[in-house]
Structures are given as structure tokens and as C-alpha cells.
């Protein structure tokens, strides 16, 4: 028997979701994969439904790409309650505890070093964190205590860009992987003695990914057919380019689309190498402008770890 054909078109490439609020990421993604009509669909980074903003989506070769997005930086937005706690740490729940502290700017402000760097997090009961198999949220909603181990993340800025009122502070925050806000004003709160939580949360970047080029459902749902959306899609490398290049030939590009490692000549590989890329480094092959492998640097071979099998030597979006 021949192999079973897959569903739907073969779309490769990305889409710069900016997201609705109350949508989660996997509605997203299944509302993204039935309006392209492509065979595969994913996310890179869960954000939560009552968010809105950056959710970059994956078409195609391009989920090949995904962790190298969401292990990157991420930028967000938000806005602090002061003075009540929820369950939830937003406002998807009810309020649990409240406090009648209001923290001055400078108050808040002497604390914020504690919370940038590297620094322990506990996250929200309520995340996506499995547990013994099941998501904590399914278990919290279930009315069970969830105990999340704290774990180490990075908070690589983080400021006050306004304070409208004394009940709420606007914050800016780039973080990397894992990093949950809800969590991070929660602890800001009881570090300044008195209770918190997000009324308003928008993700603004994710790695070489901005909001600026981000595009809305609706916008999607207006062009008329799933070929002309694919206008909207980024190439499958634009979310490598934190990634150094590696130029190949016809040559070698076939022999790493075969799983063969290639070799560069020795002026090729300087030129990667001054591009920071060191050995056993995951570099970009291109051919022809086209993206044909991630591999790993290995002297003068490039050995491949992921294969695109864009076809016919041309991508379906160029």
C-alpha cells in the first residue's frame, strides 16, 4: 500500500499572530491551520487566552524551527492591580486576599533589581505545566492544590513605563523561556507588602519576531481565499535569524538533503566562524537563497540535524 496522503495544502513558512484576547493558543492554531487549509499547524510559546499580542505560528517545514522561538527572549507589556490577590493571578478568577498598601513608585521601583537577573519563579497553579501528565490548570480547576517547584528563569529588563493611578503600575519586561508574568507581579506585590495581580498582559515581541508585523484573525478572514493568504506569511528562516548562515552549493545542498554532511571550503567556514559561530554551533545552510538544513558545525562539515524538504529546490512562499 502506498503511503496515506496528507490533508490539506503543503504551506510552509510563518504567520506573526497578533492575538485576541480571551483566544488561547491552541484555538489559534487550529483556527490558522482550517483558514490556510495546510496539513501542519503549530505555535511557538503558549500565551495565555486573556493576553493578546505576539503568537508567531508555524506552517509547515517552518515547525521544524519552532524551539529556536521559543527558547528566545520575549518582550511584554503590563498592567499591575495592587491591593488584591486572585486565584488565578489575573482576572479570570475571584479575588482570595486584598490589602489596603498602595506602593509609591519609588518603592516599587527599589525592588525591581530583586527581580531581574536570573532569580527563582514558582508559577501560577494555574499553567500549562504537566503534572504527573495532566496541565496544572486542569488539576487547579478541579479544586486540588497544585505545588509547582520554583524554578531558575531570567529577567533580562524590567521597568516602570507609567503609573496611572495608585492602584495600577504599567511594566515592560524582557524575559526568557519559562518566565511567567502573572507570577512575576504576584511576587513584586508581596515583596512591597501588599497583594497583586495582572489586569492586562499584551506580548510584544518573541524572539526575531515583532507586534509591528503582527497580523489579527479578523485581518486573515477578510482576504478571500486560503492561496491568497499565504501573501501574508513569513519565510520558514525568518525565524532563525539569530542563526549564522552557512552558503553551500547545488552539491552540497543535495548531499544534506540526503542526510550526508557536506563540506565547506576553509574560506566558507572562516566566514561562518567570524559570524559567532563556534564548533559544534547549529549554523543555517542556504542554497539559492532557499534554507536547506540546520546542522552542526564540525570543523569544515556541516553535519545536518533538520532537513527542509521545501520541493523542487524552491519554497512554496517566496
Not at 486573556?50 to 519552532?66: M, Q, S, Y
Not at 497580523?215 to 513569513?234: F, G, H, T
Not at 539559492?288 to 552542526?296: G, I, Y
Request: hydrophobic share 40%; with cysteine; net charge negative.
Amino acid at each position: 500500500m502506498g503511503r496515506r496522503r496528507k490533508k490539506g495544502r503543503p504551506v510552509n513558512g510563518w504567520i506573526v499572530l497578533d492575538k485576541d484576547y480571551d483566544f488561547g493558543s491552541t484555538e489559534a492554531v487550529s483556527k490558522l491551520k482550517w483558514l490556510f487549509q495546510a496539513q501542519k499547524v503549530g505555535h511557538a510559546g503558549t500565551l495565555d487566552p486573556r493576553a493578546t499580542g505576539v503568537l508567531p505560528i508555524a506552517f509547515g517545514e517552518a515547525t521544524k524551527t519552532v524551539p529556536y522561538v521559543t527558547d528566545a527572549e520575549k518582550t511584554y507589556r503590563f498592567t499591575a492591580k495592587w491591593g488584591e490577590a486572585t486565584l488565578t493571578d489575573d482576572t479570570e478568577s475571584e479575588v482570595i486576599a486584598t490589602s489596603d498598601t498602595r506602593p509609591r513608585i519609588d518603592a516599587i521601583e527599589s525592588v525591581l533589581p530583586q527581580f531581574t537577573g536570573d532569580i527563582e519563579q514558582t508559577p501560577p497553579q494555574f499553567s500549562a505545566i504537566k503534572v504527573n501528565g495532566a496541565r496544572a490548570y486542569d488539576i487547579a480547576r478541579d479544586g486540588e492544590k497544585v505545588d509547582l517547584p520554583a524554578r531558575t528563569i531570567s529577567v533580562h529588563e524590567l521597568r516602570i513605563v507609567d503609573m496611572p493611578d495608585a492602584d495600577h503600575t504599567v511594566f515592560e519586561a524582557v524575559t526568557g523561556k519559562g518566565a511567567y508574568v502573572r507570577a512575576l507581579v504576584r511576587d513584586i506585590a508581596r515583596a512591597l507588602g501588599t497583594e497583586g495581580h495582572v489586569v492586562e498582559l499584551r506580548r510584544t515581541a518573541v524572539g526575531p519576531f515583532s507586534v509591528d508585523e503582527g497580523v489579527r484573525i479578523s485581518d486573515l478572514e477578510a482576504i478571500a481565499s486560503p492561496e491568497e493568504r499565504d501573501q501574508a506569511l513569513l519565510p520558514l528562516e525568518a525565524g532563525l535569524l539569530s542563526l549564522p548562515q552557512a552558503p553551500i552549493g547545488g552539491p552540497e545542498a543535495a548531499k544534506l538533503r540526503r542526510g550526508q554532511h557536506a563540506v565547506l571550503s576553509p574560506a566558507v567556514a572562516r566566514g561562518v566562524r567570524s559570524g559567532d559561530a563556534d564548533l559544534g554551533d547549529i549554523v543555517l545552510a542556504i542554497a539559492s537563497n532557499e534554507p536547506v538544513a540546520l546542522c552542526e558545525l564540525d570543523g569544515l562539515k556541516l553535519k545536518p540535524t533538520r532537513v527542509f524538504n521545501l520541493g523542487n529546490g524552491s519554497s512554496d512562499q517566496g
